[in-house]
């Protein structure tokens, strides 16, 4: 947790940098369709991850029962 909170910063730190304003990338219609798009993504992603491991633990107890 430690890494990923460094990590953070110091991205945080290069936009500075590189004077990108992540206020104005978040706000812009643009920004908010990309995370939009991306977020669609990772929902699908976890639905599936999370049925891979209910069938996962499904057949396990299945194989105990």
Do not use: C, H
Not at 18 to 27: H, M, P, T
Not at 35 to 53: A, E, N, Q, R
């Amino acid at each position: 947790m430690a890494r990923f909170i460094i990590l953070v910063i110091i991205v945080i730190i290069v936009f500075s940098y590189f004077g990108i304003s992540l206020r104005s990338v978040v706000e812009s219609p643009t920004g908010q369709d990309n995370f939009s798009f991306v977020w669609m993504y990772v929902k699908d992603g976890w639905d599936i991850i999370v049925g891979f491991v209910a069938g996962l633990l499904n057949a396990v107890r299945n194989t105990v029962s």
